[in-house]
Protein backbone atom coordinates (compact mmCIF):
# COMPACT_ATOMS: atom_id res chain seq x y z
CA UNK A 1 0.00 0.00 0.00
CA UNK A 2 2.80 2.39 0.92
CA UNK A 3 4.25 1.63 -2.49
CA UNK A 4 1.00 3.49 -4.63
CA UNK A 5 0.49 5.86 -1.51
CA UNK A 6 2.82 8.23 -2.71
CA UNK A 7 2.13 8.68 -6.57
CA UNK A 8 -1.60 8.58 -5.30
CA UNK A 9 -1.34 11.67 -3.20
CA UNK A 10 0.90 13.59 -5.76
CA UNK A 11 -1.74 12.72 -8.82
CA UNK A 12 -4.26 13.71 -6.33
CA UNK A 13 -3.15 16.66 -5.59
CA UNK A 14 -1.79 17.57 -9.09
CA UNK A 15 -5.86 17.10 -10.31
CA UNK A 16 -7.19 18.92 -7.19
CA UNK A 17 -5.14 21.76 -8.40
CA UNK A 18 -6.06 22.03 -12.03
CA UNK A 19 -10.09 21.85 -10.75
CA UNK A 20 -9.38 24.90 -8.50
CA UNK A 21 -7.75 26.91 -10.97
CA UNK A 22 -10.41 25.78 -13.58
CA UNK A 23 -12.72 26.99 -10.68
CA UNK A 24 -11.48 30.38 -10.20
CA UNK A 25 -10.66 31.25 -13.99
CA UNK A 26 -12.91 33.07 -15.76
CA UNK A 27 -16.28 31.04 -17.51
CA UNK A 28 -15.28 31.89 -21.05
CA UNK A 29 -11.87 30.27 -20.79
CA UNK A 30 -13.19 27.21 -18.66
CA UNK A 31 -15.68 26.87 -21.53
CA UNK A 32 -12.86 27.26 -23.93
CA UNK A 33 -10.91 24.47 -22.82
CA UNK A 34 -13.53 22.11 -22.38
CA UNK A 35 -14.90 22.54 -25.77
CA UNK A 36 -12.08 22.82 -28.43
CA UNK A 37 -11.62 21.69 -31.75
CA UNK A 38 -11.14 17.63 -31.23
CA UNK A 39 -9.77 16.93 -34.29
CA UNK A 40 -6.84 19.88 -33.98
CA UNK A 41 -6.13 18.12 -30.73
CA UNK A 42 -6.23 14.24 -32.31
CA UNK A 43 -3.70 15.89 -34.45
CA UNK A 44 -1.57 17.65 -31.78
CA UNK A 45 -1.55 14.03 -29.93
CA UNK A 46 -0.32 12.26 -32.61
CA UNK A 47 2.83 14.50 -33.39
CA UNK A 48 3.00 14.39 -29.86
CA UNK A 49 3.08 10.33 -29.51
CA UNK A 50 5.80 10.74 -32.51
CA UNK A 51 7.95 13.13 -30.74
CA UNK A 52 8.16 10.80 -27.76
CA UNK A 53 9.73 8.21 -30.12
CA UNK A 54 12.07 10.77 -31.31
CA UNK A 55 13.22 11.43 -27.76
CA UNK A 56 13.74 7.98 -27.08
CA UNK A 57 15.95 7.31 -30.19
CA UNK A 58 17.81 10.14 -29.45
CA UNK A 59 18.99 8.44 -26.06
CA UNK A 60 19.20 5.21 -28.04
CA UNK A 61 22.02 7.65 -29.87
CA UNK A 62 23.84 8.69 -26.47
CA UNK A 63 23.52 5.29 -25.32
CA UNK A 64 24.27 2.72 -28.31
CA UNK A 65 22.85 -0.08 -29.14
CA UNK A 66 23.37 -2.41 -26.63
CA UNK A 67 20.36 -1.57 -24.77
CA UNK A 68 17.11 -2.83 -27.49
CA UNK A 69 14.58 0.10 -28.14
CA UNK A 70 11.88 -0.92 -26.12
CA UNK A 71 13.57 -0.78 -23.28
CA UNK A 72 15.13 2.64 -23.96
CA UNK A 73 11.52 3.75 -24.96
CA UNK A 74 9.31 2.41 -21.99
CA UNK A 75 12.23 4.36 -19.77
CA UNK A 76 11.67 7.61 -21.36
CA UNK A 77 7.83 7.56 -21.65
CA UNK A 78 7.64 6.48 -18.32
CA UNK A 79 9.85 9.42 -16.83
CA UNK A 80 8.39 11.77 -19.22
CA UNK A 81 5.09 11.74 -17.90
CA UNK A 82 5.63 11.38 -14.42
CA UNK A 83 7.91 15.05 -15.22
CA UNK A 84 4.24 15.79 -15.30
CA UNK A 85 2.49 14.64 -12.49
CA UNK A 86 5.90 14.62 -9.74
CA UNK A 87 7.50 17.60 -8.39
CA UNK A 88 11.04 18.97 -9.96
CA UNK A 89 12.31 16.54 -12.08
CA UNK A 90 12.11 13.34 -10.59
CA UNK A 91 10.67 11.71 -13.53
CA UNK A 92 14.77 12.18 -14.78
CA UNK A 93 15.68 9.64 -12.23
CA UNK A 94 12.92 7.30 -12.64
CA UNK A 95 14.41 6.79 -16.35
CA UNK A 96 17.24 4.85 -15.05
CA UNK A 97 15.29 2.60 -12.87
CA UNK A 98 12.72 2.35 -15.38
CA UNK A 99 15.92 1.12 -17.68
CA UNK A 100 17.52 -1.00 -15.56
CA UNK A 101 14.62 -3.19 -14.59
CA UNK A 102 13.25 -3.21 -18.26
CA UNK A 103 17.10 -3.99 -20.00
CA UNK A 104 17.84 -7.07 -17.63
CA UNK A 105 21.15 -8.77 -18.39
CA UNK A 106 21.63 -5.39 -20.74
CA UNK A 107 21.44 -3.31 -18.41
CA UNK A 108 25.11 -0.82 -18.91
CA UNK A 109 25.21 0.02 -15.28
CA UNK A 110 24.24 3.51 -13.60
CA UNK A 111 27.54 5.56 -15.06
CA UNK A 112 26.75 4.66 -18.12
CA UNK A 113 23.06 4.84 -18.16
CA UNK A 114 23.08 8.43 -16.35
CA UNK A 115 25.54 9.64 -18.35
CA UNK A 116 24.43 9.09 -21.40
CA UNK A 117 21.02 10.56 -20.18
CA UNK A 118 22.89 13.16 -19.41
CA UNK A 119 24.50 13.90 -22.91
CA UNK A 120 20.20 13.56 -24.40
CA UNK A 121 19.81 16.52 -22.49
CA UNK A 122 22.54 18.49 -22.68
CA UNK A 123 21.82 18.16 -26.62
CA UNK A 124 17.73 18.25 -26.30
CA UNK A 125 18.94 21.82 -24.53
CA UNK A 126 21.20 22.63 -27.09
CA UNK A 127 18.39 21.88 -29.75
CA UNK A 128 15.66 23.78 -28.01
CA UNK A 129 17.98 26.72 -28.06
CA UNK A 130 18.62 26.48 -31.88
CA UNK A 131 14.81 26.73 -32.65
CA UNK A 132 14.46 29.56 -30.02
CA UNK A 133 17.33 31.18 -32.13
CA UNK A 134 15.68 31.50 -35.31
CA UNK A 135 12.20 32.47 -33.71
CA UNK A 136 14.16 35.41 -31.79
CA UNK A 137 16.19 36.55 -35.29
CA UNK A 138 12.31 37.64 -37.09
CA UNK A 139 9.89 37.07 -34.33
CA UNK A 140 8.84 39.41 -30.70
CA UNK A 141 10.65 37.02 -28.41
CA UNK A 142 11.43 39.14 -25.26
CA UNK A 143 15.51 40.30 -24.28
CA UNK A 144 15.59 37.87 -21.13
CA UNK A 145 14.38 35.13 -23.40
CA UNK A 146 17.02 36.17 -25.78
CA UNK A 147 19.87 36.23 -22.62
CA UNK A 148 18.02 32.53 -21.44
CA UNK A 149 18.88 30.90 -24.65
CA UNK A 150 22.36 32.02 -25.02
CA UNK A 151 22.96 31.28 -21.31
CA UNK A 152 21.19 28.20 -21.66
CA UNK A 153 23.82 27.14 -25.12
CA UNK A 154 26.82 28.00 -23.02
CA UNK A 155 25.62 25.74 -19.74
CA UNK A 156 24.75 23.27 -21.75
CA UNK A 157 27.58 22.97 -23.99
CA UNK A 158 30.24 23.65 -21.46
CA UNK A 159 28.88 20.43 -19.71
CA UNK A 160 29.32 18.11 -22.04
CA UNK A 161 33.17 19.79 -22.97
CA UNK A 162 33.52 19.91 -19.12
CA UNK A 163 33.02 16.10 -19.06
CA UNK A 164 35.51 15.85 -22.44
CA UNK A 165 38.21 17.26 -20.37
CA UNK A 166 37.78 15.58 -17.26
CA UNK A 167 37.41 12.23 -18.92
CA UNK A 168 41.29 12.54 -21.15
CA UNK A 169 42.57 15.07 -18.88
CA UNK A 170 42.32 13.02 -15.44
CA UNK A 171 39.50 9.96 -16.15
CA UNK A 172 42.45 7.76 -15.11
CA UNK A 173 43.51 9.56 -11.07
CA UNK A 174 39.09 9.08 -10.87
CA UNK A 175 36.93 6.21 -9.80
CA UNK A 176 36.12 4.06 -12.39
CA UNK A 177 32.46 4.68 -12.12
CA UNK A 178 32.85 8.51 -12.35
CA UNK A 179 35.21 8.59 -15.11
CA UNK A 180 32.67 6.05 -17.11
CA UNK A 181 30.23 8.48 -16.32
CA UNK A 182 32.00 11.78 -17.40
CA UNK A 183 32.84 9.09 -20.89
CA UNK A 184 29.38 8.14 -21.41
CA UNK A 185 28.45 11.73 -20.97
CA UNK A 186 30.92 12.84 -23.57
CA UNK A 187 29.79 11.36 -26.60
CA UNK A 188 31.82 11.24 -30.02
CA UNK A 189 31.16 14.22 -32.36
CA UNK A 190 29.27 12.07 -35.09
CA UNK A 191 27.02 10.55 -32.33
CA UNK A 192 26.54 14.12 -30.78
CA UNK A 193 25.49 15.46 -34.35
CA UNK A 194 23.01 12.55 -35.37
CA UNK A 195 21.19 12.82 -31.49
CA UNK A 196 20.91 16.59 -32.17
CA UNK A 197 19.60 16.37 -35.77
CA UNK A 198 17.15 14.04 -34.42
CA UNK A 199 15.99 16.40 -31.47
CA UNK A 200 15.92 19.40 -33.78
CA UNK A 201 13.08 17.67 -35.38
CA UNK A 202 11.67 16.98 -32.15
CA UNK A 203 11.32 20.79 -31.49
CA UNK A 204 10.10 21.51 -34.67
CA UNK A 205 7.04 18.22 -34.59
CA UNK A 206 6.41 20.27 -31.12
CA UNK A 207 6.37 23.49 -32.91
CA UNK A 208 3.42 22.20 -35.14
CA UNK A 209 2.02 20.68 -31.95
CA UNK A 210 1.49 23.83 -30.44
CA UNK A 211 0.31 25.70 -33.46
CA UNK A 212 -2.54 22.80 -33.34
CA UNK A 213 -3.33 23.13 -29.90
CA UNK A 214 -3.44 26.32 -29.52
CA UNK A 215 -6.01 26.87 -32.67
CA UNK A 216 -8.34 24.11 -31.16
CA UNK A 217 -8.80 26.18 -28.23
CA UNK A 218 -9.83 29.13 -30.38
CA UNK A 219 -6.27 30.91 -29.62
CA UNK A 220 -5.71 31.63 -33.39
CA UNK A 221 -2.25 32.36 -33.87
CA UNK A 222 -0.09 32.27 -36.78
CA UNK A 223 2.91 29.47 -36.99
CA UNK A 224 5.46 32.51 -36.15
CA UNK A 225 3.62 33.24 -33.15
CA UNK A 226 3.42 29.58 -31.75
CA UNK A 227 6.47 29.39 -31.94
CA UNK A 228 7.24 32.14 -29.47
CA UNK A 229 5.10 30.37 -27.03
CA UNK A 230 6.95 27.39 -27.03
CA UNK A 231 10.25 29.05 -26.85
CA UNK A 232 8.61 31.33 -23.60
CA UNK A 233 7.49 28.32 -21.99
CA UNK A 234 10.14 26.31 -22.50
CA UNK A 235 12.13 28.12 -20.49
CA UNK A 236 9.71 28.87 -17.84
CA UNK A 237 9.79 24.53 -17.72
CA UNK A 238 13.41 24.06 -17.31
CA UNK A 239 13.70 23.68 -13.67
CA UNK A 240 9.60 22.98 -12.22
CA UNK A 241 9.59 23.05 -9.11
CA UNK A 242 5.68 21.79 -8.41
CA UNK A 243 3.85 18.85 -10.13
CA UNK A 244 3.48 19.88 -14.07
CA UNK A 245 5.12 23.16 -13.02
CA UNK A 246 1.59 24.44 -12.21
CA UNK A 247 1.16 28.43 -12.07
CA UNK A 248 4.97 29.10 -13.58
CA UNK A 249 3.78 27.46 -16.75
CA UNK A 250 0.12 29.27 -16.43
CA UNK A 251 1.84 32.49 -16.61
CA UNK A 252 4.42 32.11 -18.70
CA UNK A 253 1.83 30.55 -21.40
CA UNK A 254 -0.55 33.68 -20.74
CA UNK A 255 2.32 35.88 -20.76
CA UNK A 256 4.03 34.63 -24.18
CA UNK A 257 0.26 35.20 -25.81
CA UNK A 258 0.12 38.62 -24.44
CA UNK A 259 3.22 39.24 -26.55
CA UNK A 260 1.60 38.17 -29.56
CA UNK A 261 -1.64 39.58 -29.23
CA UNK A 262 -3.81 37.47 -27.72
CA UNK A 263 -5.27 37.99 -24.78
CA UNK A 264 -8.66 36.46 -22.98
CA UNK A 265 -10.39 33.77 -21.82
CA UNK A 266 -8.89 31.75 -25.10
CA UNK A 267 -5.33 32.32 -23.66
CA UNK A 268 -6.40 31.09 -20.49
CA UNK A 269 -7.86 28.07 -21.24
CA UNK A 270 -4.53 27.42 -23.88
CA UNK A 271 -2.57 27.85 -20.29
CA UNK A 272 -4.50 24.90 -18.63
CA UNK A 273 -5.06 22.61 -21.32
CA UNK A 274 -1.57 22.64 -22.92
CA UNK A 275 0.12 20.55 -19.84
CA UNK A 276 -3.40 18.53 -19.66
CA UNK A 277 -1.97 17.82 -23.32
CA UNK A 278 1.32 16.93 -22.31
CA UNK A 279 0.13 14.41 -19.58
CA UNK A 280 -2.39 12.43 -21.59
CA UNK A 281 0.23 11.67 -24.29
CA UNK A 282 3.30 10.64 -22.02
CA UNK A 283 0.77 8.62 -19.90
CA UNK A 284 -0.07 7.47 -22.96
CA UNK A 285 2.92 6.51 -24.59
CA UNK A 286 3.82 4.81 -21.67
CA UNK A 287 1.25 2.84 -21.33
CA UNK A 288 2.28 1.45 -24.96
CA UNK A 289 5.77 1.37 -23.39
CA UNK A 290 5.02 -0.95 -20.67
CA UNK A 291 2.62 -3.28 -22.40
CA UNK A 292 5.61 -3.99 -24.60
CA UNK A 293 6.63 -5.97 -21.54
CA UNK A 294 3.70 -8.27 -21.37
CA UNK A 295 3.35 -10.33 -18.12
CA UNK A 296 6.34 -7.66 -16.36
CA UNK A 297 3.96 -4.89 -17.15
CA UNK A 298 3.32 -4.08 -13.25
CA UNK A 299 7.64 -4.23 -12.41
CA UNK A 300 8.88 -1.15 -14.06
CA UNK A 301 6.43 1.49 -12.56
CA UNK A 302 7.45 0.09 -9.40
CA UNK A 303 11.28 0.14 -10.10
CA UNK A 304 10.32 4.09 -11.61
CA UNK A 305 9.15 4.57 -8.05
CA UNK A 306 11.87 2.99 -5.89
CA UNK A 307 13.96 5.64 -7.98
CA UNK A 308 11.84 8.82 -7.36
CA UNK A 309 11.45 8.35 -3.70
Known amino acids: MRRVLLPLVILGATVAGFVMVARNTAGGAVSAATSPSWVLLAAAFTIGAVVQLLRALAWRQTLGSAVEFRAVFASSAVGSFLDTVLPGRLGEASKLGVLRAASG ?3 PGLPKAGGSLLAAHMTEAIAFCLVGATASSFLPIPQWARGALLGAVVLAGGAMLLAFALH ?15 ASAAVPRPVLLKALAILVATWGLRWIGVFLTLNAVGVHVSVGAALVYMTVTGLANTAPILPGNAGLYQGAAVGALAMVGHVGAAAVAASL ?26 ELPRAAFRVAR
Open 273 to 298: VMPVMASVITASAAFVGLALYGRRFA
Open 168 to 182: HEIGNRLPKSVDRFF
Open 105 to 107: ERW
